[in-house]
């Protein structure tokens, strides 16, 4: 993660070391390189460019912090389950009037790389894509066909928890 960084700083916007943080804190770090992403979207392409011949490595990455995080789980458990949450979010759009969409790229061509952490996960899809002539391709690359789970209200308004 420190080399992918090194890549990257210049776009994140920050002035940040890795030398000095824990992978946590690195982890922290890209997240806020997201941050900085969401406010300047011509930086997208440019740190696509950057990450995409070094996904393997980060896909490696991540497994090491999950195999640290499987070793400190509590007796009782042995595995992670991860929720990619809010990925249902994502505004679909056509590059240059193409068939093939942005979501595409996301769950279909990059599926053997969302396959590759070692652990369970949850992918937040947009709904759209499930009902959509996509969803046999989406079933096929992930061996099960995507599931449609209901909004569970946790909290009550009032900020107590939900009994029901």
């Keep these: 993660m420190k080399n992918r960084w090194n890549d990257l700083k210049d776009l994140a916007l920050t002035e940040v070391s890795f030398e000095t943080l824990s992978l946590e804190m690195q982890i922290a770090q890209f997240a806020k390189l ?22 393997t490595t980060l896909i490696e990455a991540l497994n090491q912090f999950i195999r ?34 942005n979501l595409d790229e996301i769950f279909l061509d990059r599926s053997e790389q969302l396959k590759a952490l070692d652990c369970h996960i949850v992918y937040t899809i947009p709904i759209s894509m499930v ?5 046999a391709d989406l079933s096929n690359n992930y061996n099960n066909a995507p599931q449609v789970l209901p909004m569970i209200m946790i909290n009550n308004p009032s900020g107590e928890v939900n009994g029901t």
């Excluded at 009902?131 to 969803?135: F, M, V």
């Design 131 to 135: 009902h959509s002539n996509r969803a």
């Design 34 to 55: 997201t941050a900085n992403v969401r406010t300047e979207p011509s930086l997208r392409q440019k740190i696509r460019e950057k990450v995409n011949p070094h996904t």
């Design 68 to 101: 640290n995080a499987k070793k400190r789980l509590p007796d009782k458990y042995s595995q992670l389950a991860i929720i990619a949450d809010n990925l249902d979010k994502i505004v679909q759009f056509y590059k240059g009037g193409g068939e093939r969409s």
